[in-house]
């Protein structure tokens, strides 16, 4: 075995081994103690045995990413060799490059999704064994094959422009990839509620009744012009709640899972949907995109630097033949996976920013702080979640601040008369 593949392994060990002692045994779900005793401390709403599932299952998920992403990585890198012996396979079959390019990213696709397929099952296991997944292994192979579909033809249209503006602009092809992904982006949230999400899910109008005809109020007062209100069948993959706002213009819509109406009260669903108009009214979807723009554009430049330093100083030594050899697919996938890891955390305190903005526009708009408590109570017993989350887990994985600063947030509002 080759000495930086025995230093790899070495490394990795010592690092998950690190992973697993932090969030395997260390104390990282301990509150403030003057909070022992309110409504914040899950003692008061949740029993001993939804504590301890709680933390026994962020402690499973936070140890599987951090392991699982890394060796994603060092994946990528290990699958050179085989990629290559698919790129020759691929040039066999065919000499249309439209047709190589498909086959080849078919390939290597199908072999990823096989290698980590295992682990994903493994979690689907571990999920159900907590009682907060219940979908039906066909299900779950069925929702991985579409998932597999849909990656096969955007990775197709995105390598084939990729290569295209390679070989026209060698030089400055990190700029036009940049700005091509502007348009892009703003087409995919504007077909995602009526194209994509329908493909995993069965979407139906809200009945009729007193919550709908109040939600529909709240999302005009909002700006939003969604004409109906849609509930989706998430009961048949989950026991968790949620509710959401998506896609822009026309196609933005209010939805919410079949689990939060037969679990939460309407008043709770209405601070709920409260917060998630907010998001819309505040224009969060473009911020945050305009956000991850600005990011990405550093990203695009220093990312395409490093793959081509890759390419030219290790990858011509294995057999790539340069920047735009399709055999360096996973290369190129590692250096994106990579810097989108280094950003990660700047990405989620600016959504924790919008999330907390989202929440004050729920106080503002109904003023019922009691409610949105109630509601983030019967979320974390029901979700699972744990009302504290070690600041490790936060920095990389914390797209919302924690329950116990939320809740803390909403008891500013004693009722709905509370002061706007």
Request: proline share 5%.
């Amino acid at each position: 075995m080759k000495r930086w593949m025995v230093v790899l392994i070495l490394g990795f060990a010592v690092y998950a081994a690190g992973i697993l002692m932090y969030f395997g045994w260390a104390d990282i779900y301990s509150l403030p103690p003057e909070m022992l005793g309110t409504n914040v401390d899950p003692e008061t709403f949740m029993s001993p045995d939804q504590i301890q599932r709680a933390e026994a299952l962020s402690r499973v998920r936070s140890i599987v990413y951090f392991i699982e992403t890394p060796l994603q990585l060092i994946l990528m890198v290990l699958l050179v060799g085989i990629s290559i012996r698919f790129r020759k396979a691929v040039e066999r079959l065919t000499r249309r490059r439209v047709m190589q390019l498909g086959l080849f990213v078919l390939l290597f696709l199908s072999l990823v999704y096989a290698l980590m397929l295992p682990f994903d099952y493994l979690m689907l296991l571990v999920e159900r064994h907590y009682g907060v997944s219940n979908v039906a292994s066909g299900t779950w192979l069925t929702d991985r094959a579409k998932n597999l579909g849909v990656e096969w033809v955007t990775s197709s249209l995105l390598f084939l422009g990729l290569l295209a503006i390679m070989r026209r602009s060698p030089r400055r092809w990190w700029v036009w990839v940049w700005m091509l992904s502007i348009p892009l982006l703003l087409f995919v949230q504007f077909i995602q509620p009526v194209v994509i999400e329908p493909l995993y899910n069965e979407f139906t109008p809200l009945r009729e009744g007193p919550l709908k005809k109040e939600l529909l109020r709240l999302a005009a007062e909002s700006g939003i012009s969604s004409k109906d209100i849609y509930e989706v069948n998430m009961s048949e993959r989950t026991s968790q709640l949620n509710a959401y706002v998506s896609g822009i213009g026309s196609n933005a819509r209010v939805v919410l899972w079949d689990t939060t109406l037969e679990k939460l009260e309407p008043r709770e669903i209405l601070v709920v949907m409260a917060h998630e108009m907010g998001h819309y009214a505040e224009r969060h979807i473009f911020w945050g995109s305009g956000f991850g723009l600005l990011l990405s554009f550093g990203l695009v430049w220093a990312g395409s630097r490093f793959y081509e330093v890759i390419i030219r100083n290790w990858g011509a030594s294995r057999g790539l033949s340069g920047p735009g050899d399709l055999a360096a697919l996973p290369v190129l996938l590692a250096v994106v996976s990579l810097f989108t890891l280094l950003v990660t955390p700047l990405d989620n305190a600016a959504s924790r920013l919008m999330e907390v903005r989202a929440d004050r526009y729920a106080m503002r708009l109904t003023g019922d702080g009691m409610g949105a408590a109630s509601a983030f109570q019967k979320l974390a017993a029901t979700n699972l979640s744990p009302v504290t989350q070690p600041r490790l887990q936060q920095f990389f994985l914390g797209t919302h601040p924690t329950i116990e600063k939320r809740i803390r947030y909403f008891n500013k509002y004693k009722d709905a008369s509370a002061p706007q």
